[in-house]
């Protein structure tokens, strides 16, 4: 069993302040390295006839080595705190930026992309600090403002990302991401003060197989998860081949790297406007009431972006409907949240970005199929996952939701 802070306190704006920033800083290195990583690849020895594929397998293989440390990171902070295992994560994204800003082959970057994957389950981390600390009639909106932070990351960064590469070249964009790094560290070890304290000193392996099997026993947390990888797999499949799209469908001048933040930032911008909105109006209608609306509201408008006629009306279009998706994103981590035993919210929540995670990898290996015939095949094959999340989530919605002994 863990102690909770006892009530909220005036601090939470503060930190939710500093969560926001921090994961908006995490998301527009994430973002760049997403958009940019296609770009970049002929620098690696990569034929272009070979992008695609190695595209896709970049973002599912990149995945794959983090996922395996979730119980652990989210045992260790209920065993003693938070705080460092949070700043953990950080500096996971420290050695990556280092890692890929000196590798000269493709296997050096594929590693450091991988590096990346070691900060996984630092935003169930944060979630969990700050609802203990937030108003009970305003975490709806707490979180929708420190989630939204995740999504306009990732958009934004390309966005201020493109013309450093296309003046500096890539390896710069990466030098200014390891400062920004380093500077977030720093503001996390020194910047509020963890009151937490775990209690839990059983043994760390058994907690962390608990972590998992916390999940398994609930009947609707183990429909959840599904459901969830189903619904972001699509959303990350597009956002994969997105700047392929642009670069060899759209755009035809000099300066891709521009033209492929531009479009991506678009979507960052009506994240900033529709998130918060859609948050807000989670905490009077109920959030899953509002998850399932937003997620049917994202399967109508995943043809739009295959039937633009041109580059600007593609950016409205893929602005649209980014706005609709990062909404849904963070609603989803209200439910689960609310799916929780509220005695080991900390131990589920550290695993809130893994449907995020398998559906980068889910999206990424059928992309790497389907874009075989064309890099459009990604928006019908997109609405299909969302789709299917879709129908998953009515089935989760349906089960009960219980509290949940960890096993003896």
């Known amino acids: 069993m863990t102690l909770q802070s006892p009530h909220p306190t005036a601090s939470w704006r503060r930190l939710l302040a500093l969560f926001t920033v921090a994961s908006f800083i995490e998301t527009m290195f994430w973002g760049q390295m997403g958009a940019f990583t296609p770009l970049y690849l002929p620098h690696l020895g990569i034929s272009l006839e070979d992008v695609p594929v190695w595209t896709g397998a970049i973002a599912a293989i990149s995945n794959m080595l983090g996922i395996p440390f979730l119980p652990l990171w989210g045992a260790l902070a209920d065993r003693y705190t938070r705080q460092p295992i949070i700043v953990r994560s950080f500096v996971a994204h420290l050695v990556a930026g280092i890692v890929t800003l000196l590798a000269g082959n493709i296997w050096v970057f594929v590693i450091g992309r991988a590096v ?157 406007f529709v998130s918060p909105v859609m948050g807000a109006l989670a905490d009077r209608l109920g959030f899953w009431r509002m998850l399932f609306a937003g997620a049917v509201v994202e399967v109508l408008l995943w043809p739009l972006p295959a039937l633009a006629p041109d580059l600007v009306s593609f950016a409205v279009a893929w602005a649209l409907l980014n706005g609709v998706a990062s909404g849904v994103f963070a609603i989803s981590f209200s439910v689960m949240s609310a799916s929780a035993p509220s005695d080991m919210r900390g131990r589920v929540m550290s695993f809130a970005y893994l449907p995020v995670n398998i559906g980068f990898m889910l999206g990424p290996a059928i992309g790497s199929v389907v874009t075989q015939q064309s890099l459009f095949a990604i928006f019908p094959a997109a609405a299909v996952l969302t789709a299917i999340g879709i129908g998953a989530l009515v089935f989760a919605a349906r089960q009960t939701r219980v509290t949940v002994a960890p096993s003896a």
């Not at 600090?129 to 989630?147: D, K």
């Not at 070249?169 to 910047?191: E, S």
């Not at 998992?212 to 972001?232: D, E, Q, T, Y």
């Open 116 to 272: 990346m994957s070691l900060a996984l389950g630092n935003s169930g981390l944060m979630m969990t600090t700050l609802s203990e600390r937030t108003p009970r009639e305003r975490i709806g909106l707490a979180f929708s403002i420190m989630n939204s932070a995740s999504p306009i990351g990732a958009f934004l960064g390309p966005l201020i990302g493109g013309p450093i590469v296309d003046r500096w070249g890539f390896p710069a964009l990466l030098a200014l991401n390891v400062v920004l790094m380093l500077l977030v560290i720093l503001a996390l070890i020194f910047g509020y003060r963890d009151t937490f304290v775990g209690t839990d000193r059983g043994p760390l392996l058994r907690m962390a197989a608990d972590s998992v099997g916390i999940i398994w026993r609930s009947p609707r947390l183990r429909m959840l998860f599904p459901a969830l990888f189903f619904l972001f797999g699509g959303w990350m499949l597009a956002l994969t081949y997105i700047p392929l799209v642009i670069e060899r469908e759209l755009y035809h001048g000099t300066q891709p790297g521009t033209a492929v933040g531009i479009v991506i930032g678009a979507g960052g911008l009506a994240t900033l």
